[in-house]
């Protein structure tokens, strides 16, 4: 075996995002764990936020996040960037801006070659550069499944903190990436295919549309990554007390995800995600169970999904007063 002959989706069950822990298990498992509030507790366990808040001087907190994921791509260098680009996402989902990293890895050391692991972390390290983070150590075990993320520490303005918590009626819904990684990548793992396109969606930085919701003075926002955009708005518009109209057709998609969809290339992730929001569904005429799976399809390093218009990035529906999300 070589690095040139190794397909890293292969030794893994899932990939990407889609490899998380289903929704609604994962908040059944949690449920009650929220015992280490403190004052100083800006953002933590209640509402499953992008990441976490503490708050250090009246005018700085600290935000902490860590994500981590099996292979989404063949290419060990571009699953580096992707899963970095996925985990300082959180950051930035929050308003703030990553300051260190440090790597997660999980390597089957006696069955893939370690130069594999090396360009990993060469993947890895070259968006946090980008970022302007430094990457400062990690951890490492052996693992049968190969794993990679970061654990990424950050700052914000408390003032200024975009929140999932924070949302109200009546202000526009804005995705500042499209949508359909989910199934381009479950084609790439089942076929070979690659979009190239899609990497490029996921090696994307949201560092550019996060600080232009700060500066616009929104207040709630979140990243779009394994929940799919139906769940993740699901859980925002749960936390704020708020309900939401999304218009199918506004909402972009990659080159390719359409008909990927309709060659069946449909992950557990995306049916589970589904499955979960369905019932704070009201599907409008004439939307499909296709157009469902779409708008639930497990996104990896997606886009923010804004409450609030940033010039440069498509609406895709608004917020209501009440409960539940309307597809039109």
Not at 164 to 180: E, F, Q, R, W
């Amino acid at each position: 075996m070589t690095p040139e002959t190794v397909r890293l989706t292969g030794y893994a069950r899932g990939g990407g995002c889609a490899c998380k822990i289903p929704p609604g298990e994962l908040e059944d498992a949690v449920r009650g764990l929220t015992g280490q509030a403190r004052d100083n507790v800006v953002v933590g366990l209640d509402d499953g936020d992008d990441a976490a808040a503490v708050l250090v001087r009246d005018d700085l907190a600290v935000l902490s996040t860590a994500d981590f994921f099996t292979p989404v791509v063949d290419d060990a260098y571009d699953w580096g960037r992707i899963a970095a680009a996925n985990a300082l996402s959180d950051i930035y989902a929050m308003g703030g801006t990553p300051v260190v990293a440090i790597n997660l890895v999980g390597w089957p050391r006696e069955t893939l070659p370690m130069e594999l692991m090396t360009e990993v972390l060469r993947g890895g390290l070259a968006v946090a550069e980008q970022a302007g983070c430094p990457v400062i150590g990690g951890h490492s075990i052996d693992d049968p499944e190969p794993k990679y993320g970061m654990a990424v520490t950050g700052v914000a303005d408390p003032k200024k903190l975009l929140r999932n918590d924070a949302a109200s009626p009546g202000l526009p819904l804005t995705l500042t990436k499209p949508i359909g990684v989910g199934l381009l990548n479950n084609r790439h793992k089942r076929t070979g295919e690659v979009c190239a396109e899609a990497v490029s969606v996921m090696i994307g930085l949201n560092r550019a549309a996060a600080q232009a919701a700060v500066t616009a003075g929104i207040r709630a926002a979140t990243d779009v990554t394994g929940f799919g955009l139906l769940g993740h708005l699901y859980k925002m518009c749960r936390a704020s007390g708020v309900g939401a109209v999304i218009d199918r057709g506004a909402v972009p998609l990659i080159d390719g995800a359409a008909e990927a969809l309709r060659d069946g290339f449909v992950s557990g992730g995306t049916r589970r995600n589904l499955d979960w929001v369905r019932p704070s569904l009201r599907p409008g005429p004439g939307i499909s169970e296709d157009d469902l799976l779409l708008l639930a399809d497990a996104q990896t390093s997606g886009g923010l999904l804004i409450v609030g218009e940033l010039p440069g990035y498509p609406v895709i529906g608004h917020t209501v007063a009440g409960s539940g999300i309307e597809v039109r």
